[in-house]
């Protein structure tokens, strides 16, 4: 890969398959993410802030202290670390909320 051209092939952003899941898990930042049309989300990082577009098809969070506001779930929310708060907009996911502090809610 050429320095400034973007992700090897088959690789997204984030150095996962194009078709495989999305891992996520730096610390303090403030991100947007593209899901695209119905990738898996996995965060494991603490005091992010991620606004995560497109439609995922499974979040789940593992990390601490973590904002993310998702558009579209159509799959299961998995909110198992420490004082996440996770917000999506459209769908009608399960949830398995356990750990201390997390929070999951339709806004």
């Given at each position: 890969m050429l320095a400034g051209c973007g992700s090897p092939a088959g690789t997204d952003e984030h150095g996962g398959s194009i078709d495989g899941p999305i891992s996520y898990s730096p610390v303090?930042?403030?991100?947007?993410?593209?899901?695209?049309?119905?990738?898996?989300?996995?965060?494991?990082?603490?005091?992010?802030?991620?606004?995560v577009t497109g439609r995922c098809s499974d979040v789940e969070i593992t990390g601490s202290d973590n904002r993310v506001t998702v558009e579209e779930i159509s799959g299961t929310i998995r909110a198992a670390g420490v004082n996440n708060t996770v917000t999506y907009r459209a769908g009608t996911p399960r949830m398995t909320v356990s750990g201390a502090g997390n929070t999951v809610a339709r806004g």
């Open positions: 303090g930042t403030t991100m947007t993410i593209d899901c695209g049309p119905g990738r898996a989300l996995n965060i494991t990082g603490s005091n992010n802030a991620l606004t």
